[in-house]
């Protein structure tokens, strides 16, 4: 499956100011497979070393600081020469070995010639303690499951050549409008976990999907009580196990108290922070004003917590496949479509997205594009009734307003509708 991040990773390699390149993002969304196939296919060779499977591995970095030693040694044990910009280093699972990850800052120093990449699973956590990892002396690319244009490419690639094609304001025909719809829908049921893309690939059998879906949960759980850091993670587990009921009540907004009665912030936060820097949850903050700089205006104790994957949250939910494919309206269709649409946004713009809500109504999204806030409504049908949405557009006329519903590309008035199967390309259509 061909992934975004290589066009990033291209760029890295032939960059003057590259650094030594560390991947994050959560376990089972494609780290080894990407750096792999960047080995082979933009580098005459690559090595390979992961730091879960070859204890021994860490005994060269905990005895040596020099890059070049390091070098010397791991070209012995991978049986070639690794040469200078022509083979690319691969350190996985590298938070297995701490004086691997420091060792990368004498790379960055002493031996910048040298491309290296590493990637581990739980390494945002990690990241997120600046004493454990070299600072300032590293690249960092967040590594998610694939976004709709990647499912799309990977399954039905001459849809894909006419989403590519799809132009500002341009009109979509019926047939291609249809055609898209369905696979938005079944992009909600199969996810972008790499695992269940390429299961639905071989098999198109929804229940496969459904049993990987189930595993890779289990995974994550069994994660967190493996982790034995100073958060505890009983309580990570309560956080993640509350995210479906949080999203299912009117308000949004995470209530401490909806995970433990009686819950406070001091005994959940450490656990949401960790999910987050795990990349398992997406935060997005209330904001107190849309304006300029959004980041300013941020609520730190309000906020929504969003799964990193659709297709995960549809099943932790327990939604029937039947629901989101005969167009019914079920319970948590408009939890689970802004989930979709914030996995679609991230990344898109320089700012995060954020959301709006005061005692008048909320707004669901709201992007910073230049300097313009733009509002965003994320409607799951093809309901065009959104009160606090058109009054704030009365009140503030901002030059673009969007809304993301099953409903054709469109203008209405100073409102554009994108069809939901267009919100990967939300920038490129401003």
């Known amino acids: 499956m061909k992934r975004n991040a290589l066009n990033a990773l291209i760029q890295w390699q032939h960059s003057e100011e590259r650094k030594p390149m560390v991947l994050k993002g959560a376990r089972q969304v494609g780290k080894t497979w990407l750096m792999k196939e960047f080995g082979q296919s933009c580098y005459e ?4 070393f992961n730091f879960d499977e070859e204890d021994e591995l860490k005994s060269i970095f905990e005895a040596n600081k020099n890059p070049q030693r390091i070098i010397e040694l791991l070209s012995m044990i991978a049986g070639e020469k690794i040469l200078p ?26 031996a910048n010639e040298y491309h290296v990449i590493s990637a581990g699973s739980l390494l945002g956590t990690l990241l997120a303690q600046p004493k454990s990892y070299p600072v300032g002396m590293v690249n960092l690319l967040e590594l998610s499951p694939l976004t709709f244009d990647e499912f799309l490419e990977a399954t039905e690639p001459a849809l ?14 019926e047939i291609f409008h249809s055609r898209l719809t369905e696979a938005y829908q079944y992009y909600l049921i199969i996810g972008g976990m790499p ?15 459904s049993q990987i879906q189930r595993e890779l949960i289990e995974i994550y759980e069994n994660d967190f009580s493996k982790h034995n850091g100073k958060v505890n993670s009983g309580r990570i587990l309560m956080v993640f196990r509350s995210i479906v009921s949080q999203l299912a009540k009117s308000n949004e907004k995470f209530m401490y108290g909806a995970v433990r009665e009686g819950g406070r912030a001091r005994d959940f936060e450490e656990a949401i922070e960790w999910l987050v820097s795990a990349g398992m949850l997406n935060r997005v903050y209330n904001v107190s004003k849309m304006e300029h700089p959004l980041a300013a205006f941020d609520k730190l104790d309000q906020f929504k917590l969003f799964v990193f994957d659709t297709g995960l949250l549809k099943q932790m939910a327990g ?7 005969l167009k019914s309206d079920y319970q948590f269709k408009g939890p689970l479509t802004e989930n979709y649409v914030l996995q679609q946004l991230r990344g898109q713009f320089d700012v995060e997205p954020r959301y709006y809500s005061d005692k008048n109504g909320e707004i669901d999204f709201v992007l910073q594009y230049g300097t313009e806030i733009i509002p965003i409504e994320a409607k799951g049908g093809e309901n065009r009734s959104a009160p606090s949405f058109k009054r ?26 994108l069809p939901l199967y267009l919100a990967r390309k939300a920038w490129e259509l401003l």
Request: glycine fraction near 4%.
């Open 45 to 48: 060779h690559f090595v390979y």
């Open 85 to 110: 910009g022509e083979t690319l280093v691969i350190f996985d699972e590298i938070q297995e070995c701490p004086a691997a990850l420091n060792a990368l800052k004498y790379f960055k120093e002493k």
């Open 160 to 173: 894909f050549d006419y989403y590519c094609s799809i132009q500002k304001e341009q009109p979509i025909e």
């Open 195 to 209: 695992e269940c893309v390429a299961s639905w690939i071989k098999y198109k059998d929804p229940f496969k999907v």
């Open 319 to 325: 939604i029937d496949n039947s629901a989101i494919l």
């Open 392 to 417: 704030y557009i009365a009140g503030h006329r901002p030059e673009h307003a969007l809304r993301f519903s099953k409903r054709g590309y469109r203008k209405d008035g100073s409102i554009t509708n």
